[in-house]
């Protein structure tokens, strides 16, 4: 694996008329990991993974996919993307396999084998219309047009909204198979966290155009800790003197704590000394997400 | 794929479709073209049919390659825009040849010179590809191409001032024209620009219009992007009226008030643009077409009741009726049946008040033009201005039974289909008022009209009664 990163965004801001969608955003992608990229509607991800292939151009800022400035991405490097938008638009008078075989036609890498198990696996009839296809089905052959030229960059952007459970596992299948090759990088976004925290590797929030978190998802469990208290005789202390406290919720003789950016045993211990009865764990990958997700910009 | 680089699917993409349309573009001009040589007439009109035919095989192509473009695959497809770039390139070459053909071998064409003939082809070719593929109508664009046509008579009468010849011996400015445009065209097309832009977008062809499905996307399309608070001031200011209203009546109980205001609402934002400068172009070009209409009308001298070029300044007066289906169909079907079978009536009657007000204001504009505009001297004619005798004030009203019944036919269930069909029955009802003495012809439009209003209730009450309601 090599240290150069596959991605790089430097003080990347994009403006719609009025409206901020990217704020400022600098991060970099390396080579071969799985990154979520999560966040609220309207947050800012589609116009962020718009960016990699140059289909967006930032208002400020720059980009660079394989090196290469995003605007001038050239044949050599737009091959090596595979990208899956939320509707994709497919040439509607065409078939599936007529689509299939057009975009073959054009591509230097093609794994032939794949797009076959696929069309089998996804029940997608070469023969049928483009047209005729629901949106489910639409995506399914979008998700193979994507991944068949096994590119090194594969943007996934909402690929399984549309998909019903049975296609969702056969497409989460498909993204473990994928990832075993440890060169590629997979940018997927999602709304659908219990498939996110499966495949990925590497956590991106973001809100309000900003990025809150950019950081590997075991790291992202270790980093904030529940701890659930219950006062023995006396009410609890207000406030309570947890060290990294971020978020309490209860009454003078309950409460749940959240607590991050400090040591899991230094919890522990500022726990244990308060003389009340406390549980420490670690937090579940959906309420860190509620917890940044809602955290209105301030920093958690 | 060929060594050359040539994709045979983009040189030749979705035959079926460009043979029906060689077919209708070829086939007007060659029926021009064969009358002509019979009467031993214009060349001008050879060319001006060669190039229509032109025209149509351009548009069906570069129609198809937009959509290809727009296709989410294609961005990322190596060597596509090269592709591209060739096939326009041969499409140009080709049809400049096979213009330059018809020239050398069919006789008659007189003054026609086939290296001119080249040049304008390769010209007309790369512009309208690139109208085609920059203009998010461009798929309007076989239709309007049709439009050409009016003008046909001053191509005749140029050719007549013996003018066209002079046109024709610049060969090397068709050829220098026909370069440029076509540099311009593989610039678009080679630089990610326009592939960007297009991405993902819906790109229509002039044959969606009929087909449901795509029209329904792009109506969707276009929805996301009309809010009130965007565009002229008083665009926002009409529908917020209309919208208050509509809760004031149905606070008040009166639901079809309600639903029918909440349409007209809808409709006015369907038909105006939210881009500020839209209004005053159509403004300023329907201005120009009436004053040119009312003096070319006057150069004619012929017997006609009216003058045929100035009187369609009324057309714009449809434009109510182009409302009327805009959103009829878009967003009824969260009423009960009842109440909008009772809307849709209300809203027609208003609309056909409406388009009487607006023939009467084009009446009134067409007569401040005549008291105004000065008599102008035209080969040595003195041409005074013509306003079309005021017969549109009351022909557009008697459109709007027939708009409704064209949408109650619809073959599909979107909106446009009314207003492809409102003008040319205005251009019909038009020509049979300017042919037919009025007491043959005003009885004639009357009872087409009366019948359509009884034939399209019916439809429209019985689909009602079939509707599949959103709730």
């Known amino acids: 694996m090599t240290d150069r990163p596959i991605a790089r965004l430097r003080g990347v801001s994009k403006l719609y008329g009025t409206t901020r969608a990217l704020d400022d955003v600098s991060l970099e992608f390396a080579p071969g990991t799985i990154v979520g990229v999560l966040g609220p509607n309207g947050s800012g991800k589609t116009t962020l993974l718009g960016h990699l292939p140059g289909l967006l151009l930032p208002t400020s800022g720059t980009v660079e996919t394989f090196g290469v400035p995003a605007a001038r991405l050239g044949d050599a490097e737009l091959a090596r993307i595979g990208y899956v938008s939320q509707e994709p638009r497919l ?9 299939v075989e057009f975009v073959r036609a054009g591509r230097t890498r093609w794994d032939a084998a794949l797009a076959t198990r696929l069309l089998a696996d996804f029940g997608l009839d070469p023969g049928r219309g483009v047209d005729a296809l629901s949106p489910g089905l639409r995506q399914r052959l979008a998700i193979l047009i994507a991944v068949a030229p096994r590119p090194d960059l594969l943007i996934l952007d909402e690929p399984a909204a549309s998909l019903d459970p049975v296609a969702r596992h056969d497409f989460l299948r498909l ?6 090759e440890e060169e590629r990088t997979i940018l997927i976004s999602s709304h659908v966290l219990s498939d996110v925290e499966k495949v990925v590797d590497t956590v991106l929030l973001i809100n309000g155009g900003q990025v809150h978190c950019h950081q590997p998802l075991d790291e992202l469990r270790e980093t904030y800790h529940r701890v659930d208290v219950t006062a023995v005789g006396a009410d609890l202390p207000s406030p309570l003197p947890l060290p990294g406290l971020l978020t309490v919720t209860g009454d003078r003789r309950r409460a749940m704590a959240v607590c991050g950016h400090v040591p899991r045993h230094q919890v522990e211990a500022a726990a244990r000394a308060l003389g009340v009865e406390a549980k420490v764990r670690g937090l579940e990958f959906e309420e860190i997400y509620r917890l940044i997700a809602t955290s209105d910009g301030r920093k958690v | 794929m060929s060594a050359m680089g040539l994709d045979r699917r983009l040189l030749m993409p979705r035959p079926g479709r460009l043979a029906v349309r060689l077919a209708l573009g070829v086939a007007m001009p060659l029926v021009v073209v064969v009358v002509t040589i019979a009467r031993g007439g214009s060349a001008a009109l050879v060319w001006f049919g060669v190039l229509f035919g032109v025209a149509q095989v351009s548009l069906a192509v570069t129609l198809t390659h937009k959509e290809l473009i727009a296709a989410a695959p294609s961005y990322f497809q190596p060597g596509l825009r090269r592709r591209l770039v060739l096939a326009h390139v041969t499409w140009a070459l080709g049809l400049g040849v096979a213009a330059a053909l018809v020239v050398a071998l069919v006789p008659g064409a007189g003054a026609l010179r086939a290296l001119s003939q080249l040049g ?49 011996a610049a060969a090397w400015a068709w050829l220098a024209a026909g370069a440029l445009l076509l540099a311009l065209l593989a610039r678009t097309l080679a630089r990610p620009g326009l592939h960007r832009r297009l991405h993902g977008t819906l790109a229509l062809s002039l044959e969606d219009w009929l087909r449901p499905q795509r029209m329904q996307a792009y109506k969707r399309e276009c929805r996301r992007r009309f809010t009130h608070a965007r565009g002229a001031a008083w665009r926002g200011r009409l529908l917020g009226a209309q919208l208050r209203r509509a809760a004031r009546a149905r606070a008040a109980g009166d639901v079809v008030a309600a639903q029918r205001r909440r349409l007209l609402g809808l409709g006015l934002l369907a038909t105006t643009s939210e881009r500020v400068w839209v209004l005053p172009i159509i403004a300023a070009g329907m201005l120009a077409f009436a004053i040119f ?8 001298q012929r017997d006609r009741l009216d003058g045929w070029f100035g009187g369609l300044a009324y057309q714009a007066a449809t434009w109510p009726l182009w409302s009327l289906g805009a959103y009829v169909f878009a967003a009824t079907a969260d009423v009960s049946r009842r109440t909008g079978l009772r809307a ?7 609309l056909a008040l409406l388009a009487l007000a607006a023939s009467l204001a084009t009446a009134l504009g067409l007569a401040l033009l005549a008291a105004v505009l000065p008599p102008i001297t035209r080969d040595g004619r003195v041409l005074e201005f013509v306003a079309a005798r005021p017969h549109g004030t009351w022909l557009v009203p008697l459109l709007a039974p027939l708009a409704w019944l064209a949408l109650a036919l619809r073959p599909t269930p979107h909106a446009s289909w009314t207003g492809i069909v409102a003008g040319p029955l205005f251009v019909l009802g038009h020509g049979l008022l300017t042919m037919v003495p009025y007491r043959q012809s005003v009885p004639l439009l009357v009872a087409a009209s009366l019948l359509a209003l009884l034939v399209a209730y019916r439809l429209r009450r019985r689909w009602w009664e079939r509707a599949d309601l959103g709730h």
Request: glycine residues 8%.
């Open chain 1, 91 to 99: 040439p509607e008078w065409m078939t599936v396999g007529e689509t």
């Open chain 1, 175 to 180: 993204l473990m198979e994928l990832i075993q």
């Open chain 2, 120 to 168: 304008a082809a390769v010209s007309l070719h790369a512009l309208l590809a690139l109208l085609a593929l920059r203009l998010s109508w461009g798929y309007q664009l076989p239709l309007w191409s049709w439009y050409a046509w009016m003008p046909l008579r001053a191509v005749d009468a140029l050719a007549a001032a013996g003018r066209f010849e002079a046109l024709q």
């Open chain 2, 293 to 300: 209409g009312g003096y070319f009308d006057a150069a004619q």
């Open chain 2, 344 to 350: 849709e009536c209300g809203l027609l009657a208003r």
